[in-house]
């Protein structure tokens, strides 16, 4: 009996041990998730913190495929998909049954997920097939950059040193800017390798390109299409193609005029991103469309001196857009996620969106870990100092933290509030925006006497002499919009070849009536390509959409 | 009336059963690779929508056969560029072979081993490779217009990647550039089995090495030129995609679309899938037209043919 027992000790003892030993190596499951974006899995710094986090939070690994269009696409057609997958546009999903509907498990797993009510009826309104479940989640729901973040990326863009050399000149006009990209250019350095200066050059095969500089300034966002631009201060819809007044036009008048000031650079058409960036930090540009690709002029001129002044930045005119302060009640519509059809572990899947949705993660996000990077200081959420130090530095180090690397896909937007009554973002305090500054950035806040560049916007619009993105609910409208008829797809498709093909002889016209005429010549083509049949759809459907939100508001 | 088949002797049942054996893998690359694709037609009897099963897809009949060949915005510019393209490329399609022939004539062995080198290289060189050094070359403040401005040939920079009528010769010129030298392989092989003897009776009648090139070279590859030829015409309106994809921009969309790019930009940029896969089997129909075309004419004139 002895023997028995203690044979049975052993055997129990030998059991325990496998078996915390099996529990302890097992494996964690993975969750793949398929989109466009650029996760940077490739970096030394990946995974990041948020993403460690994230990952414990629903006790899985998480797999980022990138696709680019095409691939996406076909991934679709084959229904061989990842879990989880984000595309632009809802039909295809609803239409090919694609994905799973959430709601069996949102009680359970997806308590966060129920708390954004509004976003999810609007969703169970217009993206569910009309059966009224929840099919999508959406990033970045919630208030958006509501004092104008630190620097604009659209704005009359100026070099900063030379543009002070002049005397910093208001601008209040396309005309007057032209004036100062001139007087820039006359007194820019000549590039070491001897290359010319040029006010601006565009990565012009891509309508973006042409199109983005007075669709921001002027207050319009882009739809599905460039055909139509969407007034971003009451959401209607106008035609960009038709319309003269549209930003397009007045795109279109700007490039011929720096065209024929000399101003513009003669390989628009022809460059890639890349080629515009590679230019800029050469210091062959003096001005943008878009500060995007200009960043390299500072990051070239900073490694010779640390104080220099030679880089791009926004200085904003009279009645000038601002992109900042939405309040998208949908999130981002083009970024919708699903749970594929092909999914494993759904209940898993609603839990990652779930975490998306968090008070938690999106402090971590927007912020980082409590403890780590901020603690509460007399109950108030604060930055630590070392924190501040570390955006400031950048590099790897700060990359490694992941803190804003997720826009594209967490549930709240930096300025929803969280429990604790604060931003998520606890970036948005003046002083420590200034704190944060580079160089050129604090000579331009102290040159103006505001605490970071984009506050002259932002106290623009306090005062009522320039506008932002407050009244704009492009995102939801967007959502709701019905299909388009293939027909009308075709249309609009034309009509964006045509127009692409037009840019190069308006652009660069020899004057005034062969500019008159190219214009004449392809408003033309528009409407015998079906221009008026496509516009009777969006101006019944669009406004009708926006008809249905205001209500349901 | 003979074809250009290989004269192969009669074998025994068994021999031939190995023979046929032997090719039984390729064949089968043949079928699952260039037949099974063609179930992929079918789409273009649909409203096909990714991730909707053909099944529940709408059919629509031949309507986006009937759209493209009443369009009349795109067919007739993108089939005036492919034909252009087409016959250019006829013209210059005797090039490889004289190029060989040049070849064959050095004596120098490094000197023609080194041309031969640096010609077949271009063609291992990706498109996008070749854009971004035509780029560096060609942009306004590229290497081609510092010469030229250097040297007082030209006032002011040109940019001929940006210039619409220059397409159609400087897109050849690539073309010829890129694969000149692995063209001329399979004529530098043709002559290597030109019978030696002619040349030396050539020789020794007392023609010149034009005279040999003009009455035994040429002749000699002109089946290989021919077989060449046909099988180019049935790729007629195949003139490619890659490199007119890099080379597209605003400024040379209208000229340097081909019916390739045409479909890829209906099909994939569109998401037209359905009107994009009837053009494709429209472009097939042709293409196979115009290979029994050339295949009866070279019957009938020349009395070879490759089927």
New interface residues.
Partial sequence: MRKFLSLLAVVAMLVAMLTGVVAETKERETLTYGSLLNMNTDKPFYPTKFIKHLEDMIDANIEFIQYDNDTLKLTLASGDMPDLMMVNTASTIIDGRLAVAMDDYLEEYGPNILKFEKRNAIMREFVSGGDGKLYFHTPSTGPEEMTGGVTSWNGYLVRWDLYKQLGAPAINSDDEYIEVLKKMVEIAPKPANGAPVYGMGLHGSQQWAWNIRAMANEGYSNSTCWAYAINTTNTEVIQNYMDLSSPFWSNMRFYYKLNQAGLLDPDSYTMTGDQVGEKAANGQYVGSYCSWYTGGLYDAARKEDPNTLAGIIAVYGDGMSGWYGSNHTVGWSDKLTFITKSCKNVPLAVKFLNALDSDELNRIHYSGVQGEEWDYVDGVPTLFPETVALRQTGGEAWQHTGINSFNNTIGASAYSTAEDGSFYSLWDDPDLKYSGLNPLEKDYADFYGVKYPAQVHYNMVQEGKAINQAGNQTQAVQLGLSVRPDNIIRIDSRMEEIVNRAIPTLVSAADQDAFDAAQASLLEELKAAGAEESWAWWNENWNGTLAKINSLE | MSSVTPNIQIKPRKKQYQLLLMAAPFLLLVLLFSYVPLFGWSFSLF?Y?????LLESKFVGFKYFQMFLTDK??MYRVMKNTVIFALIGYLVSPLPMIFAIMLNEVKHAKYKKAVQTISTMPNFVSWVIVYSLM?TIF???GVFNDIMMNLGLISS?T?V??DKDAVYWFQTLLGQWKNLGWSSIIYLAAIAGIDQEMYEAASIDGATRFQSILHITIPSLMPTFIVLLLLSIGNFVNVGFDQYFVF????T??NIEVLDLYVY?IG??????SYGVAIGIMKSFVSIALLFIANTLSKKVRGTSIV
Avoid: C, E, Q
Wanted: glycine content about 4%.
């Fill in positions: 409203n929508r990714p991730g909707i099963s915005y795109d780029f942009s306004t403040d920079p940019n990647l940006a597209k921009n605003n400024v969309a209208a930009r994939l940029m569109n998401s037209d899938y």
